[in-house]
């Protein structure tokens, strides 16, 4: 990774970790995704934009397997997502194959261009929901 990508990365990662993140977290109608620390084995949750398709959830994360989020899924696939205020159990599948790009456009408007904003290694998420 060249330094303009990390650098982009870190100030993303901060402005969100340290002011998005803890104002969305408390929406009532924010999408919540909810891993298991790899380390620590506590609970972790993360606000993400995306779409419900039937019985799977469809995400684009933004920092790719470097996202704390996906890291954790790696570790250990079962999830939860809260969507329209009601939390469900499900099995996260990172689709490296899938084209991202193409992906973000049959998601929300507004999250997909902040993703293509602020994304610095785009990866797509499905969620099969139980």
């Known amino acids: 990774?060249?330094?303009?990508?990390?650098?982009?990365?870190?100030?993303?990662d901060f402005f969100q970790r340290h002011i998005a993140n803890p104002i969305t977290r408390r929406l009532p109608t924010q999408v919540l995704l909810e891993t298991t620390g790899r380390v620590s084995g506590q609970r972790r949750t993360t606000p993400i934009g995306g779409r419900r398709d039937g019985t799977q959830f469809w995400l684009v994360a933004e920092h790719g397997e470097t996202a704390n989020y996906i890291r954790n899924i790696k570790a250990n696939n079962a999830v939860r997502v809260r969507i329209g205020g009601r939390w469900h159990s499900g099995t996260a599948h990172l689709m490296p194959?899938?084209?991202?790009?193409?992906?973000?456009?049959?998601?929300?408007?507004?999250?997909?261009?902040?993703?293509r904003t602020f994304g610095t290694d785009l990866l797509t998420v499905r969620i099969d929901l139980d």
């Open 1 to 12: 990774m060249s330094t303009a990508p990390a650098h982009k990365r870190s100030m993303v």
């Open 97 to 115: 194959d899938d084209d991202a790009q193409a992906r973000l456009e049959t998601l929300p408007r507004v999250n997909s261009a902040l993703v």
